[in-house]
């Protein structure tokens, strides 16, 4: 057996995604599979669903274990999920890439097109993958809470929730975690999270760090 370097995680975003829903935009989620041989392919993690969003930043990260000199195929396929469901084969299929993790982590960031199948676009549909290396087993644990927040809604009170970017080498505000949503509050306190470090600020205490409160 091919010996583990290390453990990588791998952000996800899309931009355009096509739109299968009727009256709404898709409600995306992407799956991360490895090949196993032939047209064999398994299923290693997928990311969390986003409702109504045609360019989603997904928080949750993929964690996938990197072998050196070792090729690893691998293909994500975006969903348009509109039941509850784990299976995927009943859910819309919004376009796919396929790559080798060396690819990623010798690039650290992949923009690809996405493709419905070889060599048909998913219109104008892009992914984006970028490969951070875990050097950094520590975590960080906040409490976070607001006050008079805007009431933007038109009946009752905002739905607030947060969400957290860090800096890239490269200027670019990167997704680390998005809070669970308070409903009806003005003065909202969001459940207590942890985040590994290395997801929160690539273990350097000094990477900027941006929030934003969506209400």
């Given at each position: 057996m091919a010996h583990c370097v290390t453990k990588v995680e791998l952000s996800i975003c899309c931009d355009n995604l096509i739109d299968k829903d009727v009256g709404s935009k898709s409600d995306p989620l992407c799956v991360l599979l490895q090949n196993v041989g032939g047209n064999q392919w398994t299923e290693l993690d997928r990311t969390e669903k986003i409702?109504?969003?045609?360019?989603?930043?997904?928080?949750?990260?993929?964690?996938?274990?990197?072998?050196?000199?070792?090729?690893?195929?691998?293909?994500?396929?975006?969903?348009?999920?509109?039941?509850?469901?784990?299976?995927?084969?009943?859910?819309?299929?919004?376009?796919?890439?396929?790559?080798?993790?060396?690819?990623?982590?010798?690039?650290?960031?992949?923009?690809?097109p996405l493709e419905l199948k070889k060599g048909k676009p998913a219109g104008k549909g892009t992914i984006t993958i970028s490969a951070d290396e875990i050097k950094d087993t520590r975590v960080v644990s906040m409490e976070?809470?607001?006050?008079?927040?805007?009431?933007?809604?038109?009946?009752?009170?905002?739905?607030?929730?947060?969400?957290?970017?860090?800096?890239?080498?490269?200027?670019k505000w990167q997704l680390v975690y998005r809070s669970e949503v308070v409903k009806n509050n003005l003065n909202p306190c969001w459940r207590k999270f942890t985040v590994p470090l290395q997801t929160f600020c690539s273990g350097d205490f000094n990477t900027p760090i941006k929030v934003i409160a969506i209400i």
């Open positions: 409702k109504n969003c045609q360019n989603p930043q997904f928080s949750k990260k993929l964690l996938i274990d990197y072998y050196f000199e070792k090729v690893q195929n691998l293909k994500f396929g975006v969903y348009d999920i509109d039941n509850k469901s784990y299976d995927l084969n009943d859910d819309d299929y919004l376009g796919g890439v396929e790559c080798t993790l060396g690819q990623i982590v010798s690039s650290k960031t992949v923009i690809r976070v809470e607001a006050r008079n927040l805007d009431k933007k809604d038109f009946l009752g009170k905002s739905d607030p929730f947060l969400e957290f970017y860090k800096q890239s080498d490269s200027g």
